[in-house]
């Protein structure tokens, strides 16, 4: 085996650990509960922006694994295949628009604060889509503003936090 491969393998094994901690991160979050009228708000979404920063693209499995996990240890079956999809896709979604920094080393403000809102309405839409499916629209609408306060809680989180887990890695 070459030394490149060996390499390739070592950073191959690196995301994927990475991918189980960042699983185990999300479901913690997606645990740290704030009931509502209609089910609950949670911290997972700013794990899985940070996720997405930190790993790429792969955070789609962190993002979409913990959370699913979280509708499942929550009681809430019918939510877990929406879940998998909506949360994964957030995932996916931010890192791509965070891998868009052109090479540089730091991600812009700006950059994370577009990554976010666009992943969080992934998420907005992604439940409210489903959400009339099975209930009905204006049930639906009953679910739109905590989605949105559980975004917006998510950005405020993950934005500090990438900037204080970079800081902390480079001392």
Do not use: H, W
Not at 2 to 8: A, F, I, L, P
Not at 96 to 110: D, E, Q, R, T, V
Not at 148 to 166: E, K, N
Request: hydrophobic share 55%; charged share 15%; aromatic share 12%.
């Amino acid at each position: 085996m070459s030394e490149n491969e060996k390499k390739n393998n070592r950073s191959s094994l690196k995301v994927i650990a990475l991918c189980g901690i960042f699983a185990a991160l999300v479901f913690i979050g997606t645990e740290l509960k704030i009931p509502t009228a209609i089910g609950y708000m949670n911290l997972g979404d700013g794990v899985i922006l940070i996720a997405s920063y930190f790993i790429g693209p792969a955070a789609f499995f962190p993002a979409a694994i913990g959370s699913a996990l979280g509708d499942l240890i929550a009681g809430y079956p019918v939510y877990i295949a929406p879940t998998f999809v909506i949360k994964g896709l957030m995932g996916l979604t931010a890192a791509i628009i965070m891998a868009k920094s052109n090479g540089k080393k730091a991600i812009g403000f700006l950059l994370r604060l577009l990554a976010g809102v666009l992943a969080e309405l992934i998420m907005v839409g992604g439940y409210f889509a489903f959400e009339v499916f099975m209930y009905g629209k204006e049930a639906a609408l009953g679910s739109v503003a905590f989605n949105f306060i559980q975004a917006g809680a998510a950005i405020v989180i993950a934005i500090p936090l990438t900037y204080a887990i970079r800081i902390k890695k480079q001392k």
